[in-house]
Protein backbone atom coordinates (compact mmCIF):
# COMPACT_ATOMS: atom_id res chain seq x y z
CA UNK A 1 0.00 0.00 0.00
CA UNK A 2 2.77 2.15 1.09
CA UNK A 3 5.15 1.33 -2.06
CA UNK A 4 2.26 2.42 -4.50
CA UNK A 5 1.48 5.24 -3.00
CA UNK A 6 5.02 6.78 -3.10
CA UNK A 7 4.81 5.02 -6.75
CA UNK A 8 1.67 6.82 -7.36
CA UNK A 9 2.78 10.52 -6.17
CA UNK A 10 6.60 9.77 -8.01
CA UNK A 11 4.39 9.05 -11.41
CA UNK A 12 2.22 12.33 -10.44
CA UNK A 13 5.51 13.92 -10.10
CA UNK A 14 7.19 13.02 -13.40
CA UNK A 15 4.18 13.73 -15.47
CA UNK A 16 4.10 17.13 -13.84
CA UNK A 17 7.63 17.75 -14.78
CA UNK A 18 7.21 17.00 -18.26
CA UNK A 19 3.77 18.85 -18.56
CA UNK A 20 6.17 22.07 -17.61
CA UNK A 21 8.50 21.48 -19.66
CA UNK A 22 6.37 21.26 -22.53
CA UNK A 23 4.43 24.69 -21.43
CA UNK A 24 7.38 26.58 -21.14
CA UNK A 25 9.90 27.38 -24.00
CA UNK A 26 12.33 29.91 -22.89
CA UNK A 27 13.54 29.01 -19.36
CA UNK A 28 16.03 31.81 -19.47
CA UNK A 29 13.02 34.14 -18.45
CA UNK A 30 13.84 33.25 -14.75
CA UNK A 31 17.41 34.71 -15.20
CA UNK A 32 17.49 37.70 -12.90
CA UNK A 33 13.26 37.15 -11.97
CA UNK A 34 14.42 37.23 -8.28
CA UNK A 35 16.60 41.02 -8.39
CA UNK A 36 13.48 41.69 -10.63
CA UNK A 37 10.99 40.89 -7.45
CA UNK A 38 13.50 42.28 -4.71
CA UNK A 39 13.38 45.25 -6.55
CA UNK A 40 9.84 45.81 -6.78
CA UNK A 41 9.58 44.84 -3.19
CA UNK A 42 12.08 46.85 -1.80
CA UNK A 43 11.51 49.80 -3.51
CA UNK A 44 7.89 49.76 -4.08
CA UNK A 45 6.12 47.71 -1.77
CA UNK A 46 8.17 48.38 1.59
CA UNK A 47 7.43 49.34 3.94
CA UNK A 48 3.59 49.78 3.71
CA UNK A 49 1.87 52.59 3.90
CA UNK A 50 -0.32 52.58 6.46
CA UNK A 51 -1.81 55.92 5.57
CA UNK A 52 -4.69 53.76 4.58
CA UNK A 53 -5.69 53.55 7.84
CA UNK A 54 -6.41 57.80 8.63
CA UNK A 55 -9.10 59.20 7.50
CA UNK A 56 -9.50 60.06 3.53
CA UNK A 57 -9.70 63.84 2.79
CA UNK A 58 -12.96 64.04 1.07
CA UNK A 59 -15.44 63.16 2.34
CA UNK A 60 -14.91 65.37 5.50
CA UNK A 61 -14.62 63.02 8.44
CA UNK A 62 -17.45 63.53 10.69
CA UNK A 63 -16.56 60.61 13.37
CA UNK A 64 -14.68 61.06 16.66
CA UNK A 65 -12.04 58.24 15.53
CA UNK A 66 -10.26 58.81 12.35
CA UNK A 67 -9.73 55.28 11.66
CA UNK A 68 -13.27 54.68 10.77
CA UNK A 69 -12.93 57.19 7.65
CA UNK A 70 -10.20 55.80 6.58
CA UNK A 71 -9.85 53.70 3.42
CA UNK A 72 -8.57 50.25 4.95
CA UNK A 73 -11.61 50.49 7.10
CA UNK A 74 -14.00 51.55 4.90
CA UNK A 75 -12.97 48.83 2.00
CA UNK A 76 -12.69 46.03 4.53
CA UNK A 77 -15.99 46.58 5.99
CA UNK A 78 -17.87 46.80 2.70
CA UNK A 79 -15.95 43.85 1.30
CA UNK A 80 -17.10 41.77 4.64
CA UNK A 81 -20.44 42.91 4.24
CA UNK A 82 -20.20 41.60 0.75
CA UNK A 83 -18.56 38.39 1.52
CA UNK A 84 -21.45 37.76 4.35
CA UNK A 85 -24.71 38.33 2.15
CA UNK A 86 -23.38 36.65 -0.88
CA UNK A 87 -21.95 33.69 1.47
CA UNK A 88 -25.17 33.48 3.57
CA UNK A 89 -27.36 33.65 0.11
CA UNK A 90 -25.07 31.28 -1.55
CA UNK A 91 -25.35 28.93 1.05
CA UNK A 92 -28.67 28.37 1.23
CA UNK A 93 -28.74 28.27 -2.29
CA UNK A 94 -26.73 25.71 -2.46
CA UNK A 95 -28.04 23.65 -0.03
CA UNK A 96 -31.26 23.34 -2.09
CA UNK A 97 -29.67 22.13 -4.81
CA UNK A 98 -27.22 20.16 -3.31
CA UNK A 99 -29.71 18.10 -1.62
CA UNK A 100 -31.34 17.44 -5.04
CA UNK A 101 -27.82 17.08 -6.35
CA UNK A 102 -26.80 13.98 -3.57
CA UNK A 103 -27.16 10.45 -5.37
CA UNK A 104 -27.90 8.93 -2.06
CA UNK A 105 -31.04 11.23 -1.33
CA UNK A 106 -32.33 11.44 -5.05
CA UNK A 107 -32.77 9.42 -8.24
CA UNK A 108 -30.14 9.97 -11.13
CA UNK A 109 -32.75 11.55 -13.14
CA UNK A 110 -33.21 14.37 -10.33
CA UNK A 111 -29.49 14.19 -9.29
CA UNK A 112 -28.49 14.92 -12.69
CA UNK A 113 -29.79 17.98 -13.83
CA UNK A 114 -29.22 19.71 -10.50
CA UNK A 115 -25.71 18.74 -10.93
CA UNK A 116 -25.25 20.32 -14.63
CA UNK A 117 -26.62 23.73 -13.14
CA UNK A 118 -24.43 23.69 -10.35
CA UNK A 119 -21.53 22.86 -12.64
CA UNK A 120 -22.80 26.05 -15.24
CA UNK A 121 -22.80 28.17 -12.21
CA UNK A 122 -19.54 26.79 -10.92
CA UNK A 123 -17.77 27.01 -14.36
CA UNK A 124 -18.00 31.22 -14.91
CA UNK A 125 -15.18 32.67 -12.09
CA UNK A 126 -16.50 35.01 -9.79
CA UNK A 127 -14.51 37.61 -11.76
CA UNK A 128 -16.69 37.06 -15.07
CA UNK A 129 -20.28 37.18 -12.63
CA UNK A 130 -18.82 40.04 -11.40
CA UNK A 131 -17.96 41.28 -14.98
CA UNK A 132 -21.85 40.03 -16.00
CA UNK A 133 -23.42 42.13 -13.23
CA UNK A 134 -21.98 45.46 -13.55
CA UNK A 135 -22.50 45.45 -17.06
CA UNK A 136 -25.93 44.66 -16.48
CA UNK A 137 -27.25 46.60 -12.84
CA UNK A 138 -23.78 48.92 -12.90
CA UNK A 139 -20.66 49.43 -10.15
CA UNK A 140 -21.47 48.92 -6.91
CA UNK A 141 -21.85 46.56 -4.50
CA UNK A 142 -25.09 44.89 -5.51
CA UNK A 143 -23.16 43.53 -8.36
CA UNK A 144 -20.38 42.34 -6.61
CA UNK A 145 -23.18 40.67 -3.87
CA UNK A 146 -25.11 38.92 -7.07
CA UNK A 147 -21.53 37.98 -8.03
CA UNK A 148 -20.19 36.25 -5.47
CA UNK A 149 -23.69 34.31 -4.26
CA UNK A 150 -23.93 32.95 -7.69
CA UNK A 151 -20.49 31.52 -7.59
CA UNK A 152 -20.88 30.85 -3.94
CA UNK A 153 -24.08 28.24 -4.82
CA UNK A 154 -21.75 26.90 -7.62
CA UNK A 155 -18.79 26.10 -5.22
CA UNK A 156 -20.57 25.19 -2.36
CA UNK A 157 -23.01 22.99 -3.81
CA UNK A 158 -20.37 20.99 -5.61
CA UNK A 159 -18.50 20.53 -1.79
CA UNK A 160 -21.94 19.97 -0.35
CA UNK A 161 -23.30 17.04 -2.51
CA UNK A 162 -20.15 15.29 -2.50
CA UNK A 163 -20.30 15.56 1.35
CA UNK A 164 -23.63 14.17 1.29
CA UNK A 165 -22.59 11.20 -0.42
CA UNK A 166 -19.39 10.50 1.88
CA UNK A 167 -21.90 10.58 5.02
CA UNK A 168 -22.42 6.99 6.45
CA UNK A 169 -25.23 4.98 5.36
CA UNK A 170 -26.82 3.57 7.91
CA UNK A 171 -28.93 6.57 9.49
CA UNK A 172 -29.97 7.37 5.93
CA UNK A 173 -31.18 4.31 5.47
CA UNK A 174 -33.39 4.04 8.70
CA UNK A 175 -34.89 7.23 7.24
CA UNK A 176 -35.63 5.66 3.97
CA UNK A 177 -37.12 2.36 5.41
CA UNK A 178 -39.20 4.41 7.79
CA UNK A 179 -40.83 6.52 4.92
CA UNK A 180 -39.79 9.45 5.99
CA UNK A 181 -39.70 12.35 3.45
CA UNK A 182 -36.94 13.66 1.78
CA UNK A 183 -37.66 17.37 3.49
CA UNK A 184 -37.64 15.56 6.88
CA UNK A 185 -34.55 13.18 6.31
CA UNK A 186 -32.65 16.00 4.88
CA UNK A 187 -33.05 18.70 7.65
CA UNK A 188 -32.78 16.14 10.53
CA UNK A 189 -30.58 13.60 9.58
CA UNK A 190 -28.52 14.72 6.33
CA UNK A 191 -27.83 18.01 8.24
CA UNK A 192 -27.30 17.08 11.43
CA UNK A 193 -24.86 14.48 10.88
CA UNK A 194 -22.68 16.72 8.12
CA UNK A 195 -22.95 19.83 10.09
CA UNK A 196 -19.53 19.85 10.78
CA UNK A 197 -18.25 20.11 7.32
CA UNK A 198 -21.34 22.01 6.58
CA UNK A 199 -20.02 24.70 8.99
CA UNK A 200 -16.30 24.23 8.09
CA UNK A 201 -16.99 24.84 3.97
CA UNK A 202 -19.07 27.89 4.77
CA UNK A 203 -16.59 29.19 6.88
CA UNK A 204 -14.14 28.55 4.04
CA UNK A 205 -16.54 30.31 1.75
CA UNK A 206 -16.43 32.90 3.94
CA UNK A 207 -12.74 33.62 3.77
CA UNK A 208 -12.69 32.30 0.27
CA UNK A 209 -14.91 35.52 -0.56
CA UNK A 210 -13.57 37.84 1.23
CA UNK A 211 -10.13 37.09 -0.10
CA UNK A 212 -12.09 37.62 -3.76
CA UNK A 213 -13.48 40.88 -3.08
CA UNK A 214 -10.06 42.32 -3.87
CA UNK A 215 -10.48 41.12 -7.24
CA UNK A 216 -14.56 41.74 -7.80
CA UNK A 217 -13.48 45.04 -6.73
CA UNK A 218 -11.11 45.67 -9.00
CA UNK A 219 -13.66 45.32 -11.82
CA UNK A 220 -16.42 47.92 -10.03
CA UNK A 221 -18.18 45.59 -7.97
CA UNK A 222 -17.08 47.19 -4.69
CA UNK A 223 -14.97 46.48 -1.76
CA UNK A 224 -11.45 46.69 -0.50
CA UNK A 225 -10.43 45.99 -4.12
CA UNK A 226 -12.11 49.21 -5.69
CA UNK A 227 -9.29 50.85 -3.22
CA UNK A 228 -6.76 48.38 -4.60
CA UNK A 229 -7.34 49.17 -7.92
CA UNK A 230 -6.95 52.56 -7.75
CA UNK A 231 -4.02 52.70 -5.74
CA UNK A 232 -2.41 50.22 -8.39
CA UNK A 233 -3.17 52.38 -11.11
CA UNK A 234 -1.51 55.42 -8.84
CA UNK A 235 1.70 52.56 -9.05
CA UNK A 236 1.21 53.36 -4.59
CA UNK A 237 1.77 49.93 -4.44
CA UNK A 238 3.46 50.45 -0.69
CA UNK A 239 -0.68 51.43 -0.02
CA UNK A 240 -1.78 47.83 -2.05
CA UNK A 241 0.17 46.62 0.41
CA UNK A 242 -1.27 47.64 3.51
CA UNK A 243 -4.41 46.58 2.13
CA UNK A 244 -3.41 43.67 1.60
CA UNK A 245 -1.71 42.72 4.99
CA UNK A 246 -5.27 44.55 5.98
CA UNK A 247 -7.09 41.57 4.45
CA UNK A 248 -4.37 38.77 5.57
CA UNK A 249 -5.55 39.48 9.29
CA UNK A 250 -9.09 40.00 8.72
CA UNK A 251 -8.66 35.77 6.59
CA UNK A 252 -6.95 34.66 10.27
CA UNK A 253 -9.93 36.44 12.58
CA UNK A 254 -11.94 33.71 10.31
CA UNK A 255 -10.09 30.97 10.63
CA UNK A 256 -10.23 31.39 14.15
CA UNK A 257 -13.80 32.24 14.02
CA UNK A 258 -13.95 28.87 12.11
CA UNK A 259 -12.11 26.93 14.72
CA UNK A 260 -14.69 28.07 17.08
CA UNK A 261 -17.91 27.48 15.50
CA UNK A 262 -16.95 23.52 14.65
CA UNK A 263 -16.52 23.12 17.84
CA UNK A 264 -20.10 22.91 18.88
CA UNK A 265 -20.60 20.42 16.28
CA UNK A 266 -17.80 18.30 16.56
CA UNK A 267 -16.66 15.21 18.83
CA UNK A 268 -13.57 17.18 20.09
CA UNK A 269 -16.27 19.60 21.40
CA UNK A 270 -17.31 16.89 23.61
CA UNK A 271 -14.06 17.44 25.49
CA UNK A 272 -12.96 20.60 25.57
CA UNK A 273 -14.24 23.99 23.83
CA UNK A 274 -11.20 26.39 23.09
CA UNK A 275 -11.10 29.47 24.19
CA UNK A 276 -10.34 32.74 22.01
CA UNK A 277 -7.22 33.17 23.80
CA UNK A 278 -6.20 28.95 23.84
CA UNK A 279 -7.02 29.17 19.74
CA UNK A 280 -4.89 32.26 19.18
CA UNK A 281 -1.88 30.52 21.51
CA UNK A 282 -2.13 27.77 19.74
CA UNK A 283 -2.24 29.29 16.17
CA UNK A 284 1.03 31.28 17.48
CA UNK A 285 2.74 28.06 18.60
CA UNK A 286 2.31 25.88 15.36
CA UNK A 287 3.23 28.64 13.17
CA UNK A 288 6.60 28.96 15.46
CA UNK A 289 6.53 25.36 15.03
CA UNK A 290 6.63 25.07 11.66
CA UNK A 291 8.95 28.07 11.02
CA UNK A 292 11.66 26.76 13.00
CA UNK B 1 -64.57 -10.17 9.60
CA UNK B 2 -64.31 -10.15 13.17
CA UNK B 3 -61.32 -7.87 14.34
CA UNK B 4 -57.78 -9.75 15.84
CA UNK B 5 -56.39 -7.30 17.79
CA UNK B 6 -55.82 -3.19 17.88
CA UNK B 7 -53.27 -1.87 15.63
CA UNK B 8 -51.98 1.39 16.69
CA UNK B 9 -53.44 2.61 13.22
CA UNK B 10 -56.39 0.78 13.61
CA UNK B 11 -58.26 -2.72 13.54
CA UNK B 12 -56.05 -5.66 11.70
CA UNK B 13 -57.90 -8.18 10.13
CA UNK B 14 -56.21 -11.99 10.52
CA UNK B 15 -56.07 -12.69 7.50
CA UNK B 16 -54.71 -9.44 6.31
CA UNK B 17 -50.86 -10.09 5.79
CA UNK B 18 -48.46 -7.46 6.35
CA UNK B 19 -45.69 -8.61 4.11
CA UNK B 20 -45.41 -11.29 1.10
CA UNK B 21 -42.11 -12.83 -0.01
CA UNK B 22 -43.16 -14.53 -3.52
CA UNK B 23 -39.85 -17.40 -4.90
CA UNK B 24 -37.05 -14.42 -3.38
CA UNK B 25 -33.67 -14.60 -4.08
CA UNK B 26 -31.53 -12.43 -2.21
CA UNK B 27 -28.15 -11.30 -2.89
CA UNK B 28 -25.54 -8.43 -3.95
CA UNK B 29 -23.34 -9.99 -6.11
CA UNK B 30 -24.09 -13.76 -6.00
CA UNK B 31 -27.12 -15.30 -4.61
CA UNK B 32 -27.25 -15.83 -1.01
CA UNK B 33 -30.89 -17.62 -1.02
CA UNK B 34 -33.13 -18.28 -3.12
CA UNK B 35 -37.20 -19.66 -3.69
CA UNK B 36 -38.29 -17.42 -0.61
CA UNK B 37 -41.99 -17.75 -0.15
CA UNK B 38 -43.22 -16.34 2.90
CA UNK B 39 -45.89 -14.52 4.68
CA UNK B 40 -46.55 -12.38 7.90
CA UNK B 41 -49.49 -11.70 9.42
CA UNK B 42 -50.17 -8.82 12.67
CA UNK B 43 -48.72 -10.17 15.91
CA UNK B 44 -46.31 -12.64 14.50
CA UNK B 45 -42.65 -12.51 15.30
CA UNK B 46 -40.28 -14.15 13.31
CA UNK B 47 -36.46 -14.72 15.01
CA UNK B 48 -34.61 -15.08 11.19
CA UNK B 49 -31.35 -17.96 12.51
CA UNK B 50 -28.51 -18.82 10.62
CA UNK B 51 -24.41 -18.53 10.63
CA UNK B 52 -22.48 -15.47 9.86
CA UNK B 53 -22.53 -14.56 6.48
CA UNK B 54 -25.59 -16.48 5.10
CA UNK B 55 -27.85 -14.00 4.46
CA UNK B 56 -29.89 -12.72 7.56
CA UNK B 57 -29.09 -9.09 7.11
CA UNK B 58 -29.07 -9.42 3.35
CA UNK B 59 -33.27 -10.47 4.02
CA UNK B 60 -33.92 -7.98 6.35
CA UNK B 61 -32.39 -5.54 3.94
CA UNK B 62 -34.41 -6.59 1.34
CA UNK B 63 -37.70 -6.47 2.70
CA UNK B 64 -37.06 -2.67 3.73
CA UNK B 65 -36.08 -1.76 0.37
CA UNK B 66 -32.73 -1.01 0.52
CA UNK B 67 -31.61 -4.01 -1.46
CA UNK B 68 -32.68 -4.85 -5.15
CA UNK B 69 -34.13 -8.68 -4.96
CA UNK B 70 -32.37 -10.25 -7.98
CA UNK B 71 -35.56 -12.39 -8.43
CA UNK B 72 -39.27 -13.09 -6.70
CA UNK B 73 -41.56 -10.34 -5.27
CA UNK B 74 -41.84 -8.29 -1.73
CA UNK B 75 -44.77 -6.66 -1.28
CA UNK B 76 -45.03 -4.95 1.78
CA UNK B 77 -48.51 -4.26 2.63
CA UNK B 78 -48.08 -1.67 5.48
CA UNK B 79 -48.79 2.23 5.09
CA UNK B 80 -45.63 3.00 3.49
CA UNK B 81 -45.23 6.56 5.79
CA UNK B 82 -44.27 4.83 9.37
CA UNK B 83 -45.29 1.67 8.78
CA UNK B 84 -42.19 0.45 8.80
CA UNK B 85 -39.37 0.14 11.53
CA UNK B 86 -35.88 -0.42 11.14
CA UNK B 87 -33.40 -1.58 13.43
CA UNK B 88 -29.94 -1.94 11.58
CA UNK B 89 -27.19 -3.77 13.26
CA UNK B 90 -25.23 -0.15 13.51
CA UNK B 91 -28.66 1.35 14.47
CA UNK B 92 -28.96 3.91 12.00
CA UNK B 93 -29.20 6.78 14.87
CA UNK B 94 -28.07 10.49 14.16
CA UNK B 95 -24.94 10.60 15.80
CA UNK B 96 -24.89 14.70 16.25
CA UNK B 97 -28.26 15.21 17.46
CA UNK B 98 -29.80 14.68 20.73
CA UNK B 99 -31.33 11.48 21.95
CA UNK B 100 -34.89 13.08 21.80
CA UNK B 101 -34.24 14.26 18.11
CA UNK B 102 -33.49 10.57 17.40
CA UNK B 103 -36.21 8.99 19.03
CA UNK B 104 -39.05 11.81 17.99
CA UNK B 105 -37.67 10.84 13.64
CA UNK B 106 -39.76 7.68 14.69
CA UNK B 107 -42.52 9.59 15.73
CA UNK B 108 -42.56 12.13 12.70
CA UNK B 109 -42.46 9.11 10.27
CA UNK B 110 -46.12 7.79 11.66
CA UNK B 111 -47.08 11.47 12.61
CA UNK B 112 -45.41 13.90 9.99
CA UNK B 113 -44.92 17.47 10.99
CA UNK B 114 -47.52 18.42 8.34
CA UNK B 115 -49.94 16.79 9.49
CA UNK B 116 -50.08 18.19 12.90
CA UNK B 117 -50.11 16.40 15.96
CA UNK B 118 -47.43 17.88 17.62
CA UNK B 119 -48.76 16.85 21.08
CA UNK B 120 -48.50 12.89 20.19
CA UNK B 121 -45.78 13.11 19.16
CA UNK B 122 -44.37 14.92 22.67
CA UNK B 123 -46.50 12.31 24.22
CA UNK B 124 -44.91 9.44 22.18
CA UNK B 125 -41.74 9.96 22.42
CA UNK B 126 -42.02 10.96 26.56
CA UNK B 127 -43.50 7.56 26.74
CA UNK B 128 -41.18 5.97 25.21
CA UNK B 129 -37.74 7.33 26.84
CA UNK B 130 -39.41 6.30 30.09
CA UNK B 131 -39.74 3.23 28.38
CA UNK B 132 -36.34 2.33 27.80
CA UNK B 133 -34.87 4.08 31.11
CA UNK B 134 -33.31 6.93 29.13
CA UNK B 135 -35.45 10.30 29.68
CA UNK B 136 -32.55 11.59 31.89
CA UNK B 137 -30.37 11.26 28.56
CA UNK B 138 -32.83 13.54 26.49
CA UNK B 139 -30.73 16.60 25.84
CA UNK B 140 -27.85 14.14 25.30
CA UNK B 141 -26.22 14.37 22.19
CA UNK B 142 -26.10 10.38 20.49
CA UNK B 143 -22.32 10.45 19.69
CA UNK B 144 -22.12 10.24 23.99
CA UNK B 145 -23.65 7.60 24.60
CA UNK B 146 -22.69 3.81 25.67
CA UNK B 147 -23.15 1.10 23.33
CA UNK B 148 -26.05 -0.52 25.90
CA UNK B 149 -27.62 3.29 25.64
CA UNK B 150 -27.64 3.22 22.00
CA UNK B 151 -29.21 0.43 21.66
CA UNK B 152 -32.07 1.80 23.87
CA UNK B 153 -32.46 4.62 21.94
CA UNK B 154 -32.67 2.76 18.32
CA UNK B 155 -35.50 0.56 20.15
CA UNK B 156 -36.88 3.60 21.59
CA UNK B 157 -37.63 5.30 18.13
CA UNK B 158 -39.03 2.53 17.33
CA UNK B 159 -41.19 2.41 19.96
CA UNK B 160 -42.39 6.15 19.35
CA UNK B 161 -42.82 5.22 15.82
CA UNK B 162 -45.82 2.42 16.35
CA UNK B 163 -44.65 0.41 13.27
CA UNK B 164 -47.14 -2.40 11.94
CA UNK B 165 -43.96 -4.64 11.09
CA UNK B 166 -40.69 -3.84 13.21
CA UNK B 167 -37.02 -5.31 11.26
CA UNK B 168 -34.69 -5.73 14.14
CA UNK B 169 -31.34 -6.35 12.98
CA UNK B 170 -29.37 -8.34 15.87
CA UNK B 171 -30.99 -5.22 18.12
CA UNK B 172 -30.15 -7.27 21.30
CA UNK B 173 -26.66 -8.11 20.50
CA UNK B 174 -23.68 -7.18 22.97
CA UNK B 175 -26.42 -5.78 25.95
CA UNK B 176 -26.02 -6.64 29.48
CA UNK B 177 -28.70 -8.62 30.93
CA UNK B 178 -30.26 -5.61 32.79
CA UNK B 179 -30.67 -3.93 28.99
CA UNK B 180 -32.22 -6.55 27.69
CA UNK B 181 -34.28 -7.12 30.09
CA UNK B 182 -35.89 -3.39 29.66
CA UNK B 183 -35.35 -3.65 26.05
CA UNK B 184 -37.63 -6.77 25.67
CA UNK B 185 -40.03 -5.41 28.17
CA UNK B 186 -40.26 -2.30 25.61
CA UNK B 187 -40.48 -4.68 22.57
CA UNK B 188 -43.25 -6.58 24.24
CA UNK B 189 -45.13 -3.31 24.74
CA UNK B 190 -44.79 -3.11 20.95
CA UNK B 191 -46.10 -6.42 20.25
CA UNK B 192 -49.08 -5.71 22.91
CA UNK B 193 -50.41 -2.71 19.84
CA UNK B 194 -49.89 -5.50 17.56
CA UNK B 195 -46.87 -4.79 16.23
CA UNK B 196 -45.34 -7.70 13.91
CA UNK B 197 -41.14 -8.48 14.12
CA UNK B 198 -38.67 -9.75 11.98
CA UNK B 199 -35.58 -10.28 14.41
CA UNK B 200 -32.54 -11.40 13.20
CA UNK B 201 -31.34 -12.90 16.27
CA UNK B 202 -28.57 -15.49 17.80
CA UNK B 203 -29.22 -16.16 21.75
CA UNK B 204 -31.47 -18.96 22.07
CA UNK B 205 -33.19 -17.75 25.52
CA UNK B 206 -34.13 -14.36 23.04
CA UNK B 207 -35.52 -16.28 20.57
CA UNK B 208 -37.72 -18.23 23.25
CA UNK B 209 -38.65 -14.83 24.77
CA UNK B 210 -40.05 -13.18 21.77
CA UNK B 211 -40.77 -15.37 18.43
CA UNK B 212 -43.31 -16.95 17.21
CA UNK B 213 -41.81 -18.31 14.26
CA UNK B 214 -38.38 -19.03 13.50
CA UNK B 215 -36.78 -18.74 9.65
CA UNK B 216 -33.74 -20.35 9.54
CA UNK B 217 -31.65 -19.75 6.10
CA UNK B 218 -29.01 -22.59 5.24
CA UNK B 219 -27.45 -24.08 1.90
CA UNK B 220 -28.84 -20.70 -0.12
CA UNK B 221 -32.59 -21.78 1.24
CA UNK B 222 -35.17 -20.22 3.93
CA UNK B 223 -36.79 -23.05 6.14
CA UNK B 224 -39.68 -22.01 8.01
CA UNK B 225 -40.75 -23.52 11.50
CA UNK B 226 -43.10 -22.56 14.24
CA UNK B 227 -41.86 -22.34 17.96
CA UNK B 228 -43.07 -25.23 19.43
CA UNK B 229 -41.19 -26.71 16.08
CA UNK B 230 -37.93 -25.21 16.14
CA UNK B 231 -38.14 -26.29 20.03
CA UNK B 232 -38.83 -29.65 19.73
CA UNK B 233 -36.56 -30.46 17.31
CA UNK B 234 -33.23 -28.48 17.75
CA UNK B 235 -31.17 -27.26 20.42
CA UNK B 236 -30.90 -23.56 19.35
CA UNK B 237 -29.08 -21.38 16.97
CA UNK B 238 -26.73 -23.34 15.57
CA UNK B 239 -24.34 -23.79 12.45
CA UNK B 240 -25.20 -26.17 9.70
CA UNK B 241 -28.76 -27.02 11.70
CA UNK B 242 -30.98 -30.21 10.22
CA UNK B 243 -34.22 -28.29 8.67
CA UNK B 244 -36.72 -30.03 10.68
CA UNK B 245 -40.05 -28.06 9.25
CA UNK B 246 -41.45 -27.99 5.80
CA UNK B 247 -39.17 -26.14 2.98
CA UNK B 248 -41.50 -22.89 1.87
Known sequence: MRKSFILAILVLLYLSCITLYNLVDDWGRLEGGWENLTIFVTESMWPPNWSVLEAQSYPVCEKDIEFFCSVGYLGMVETIKIAFVSTILGFIGALCLSSFAARNLMPMYIALPCRLILAATRSLPSLIWAILFVIVIGFGPLAGVLAMTFYTIGYLGKLQYETFEGMPSDALEVSKAMGLSHATTFTSVVIPETGNHLLSQLMFMFEYNVRHGTVIGIVGAGGIGYYINTYMKFLQYDKVLALLIIIFVVVVVIDLMSLMVRSFVTDEGDVRRPTWLKAMIKLYRSRNSSSQ | MEPLRINWGGYMEQDTPLLVLENLSIGYNAVLASGISASIHAGEVIAVLGPSGIGKTTLVRTIAGLVEPIDGRVELLVDKRGGLGYIPQKLGLVRHASVYHNVNLGARASLPVLKGGSDER???????????????KTTEPVRRLSGGQLRRVATARALAQRPSLLLADEFLSELDHNTVDVVIAAVKELLDAGTSIIMVEHHEENVTLLATRVWII????????????????????QVGLSPGGEEE
Not at chain 2, 122 to 136: M, P, Y
Not at chain 2, 221 to 230: A, G, R, T
Open chain 2, 122 to 136: KKRVNSALSALGIEE
Open chain 2, 218 to 237: EGEKLYDFSIDEWKSNNSPV
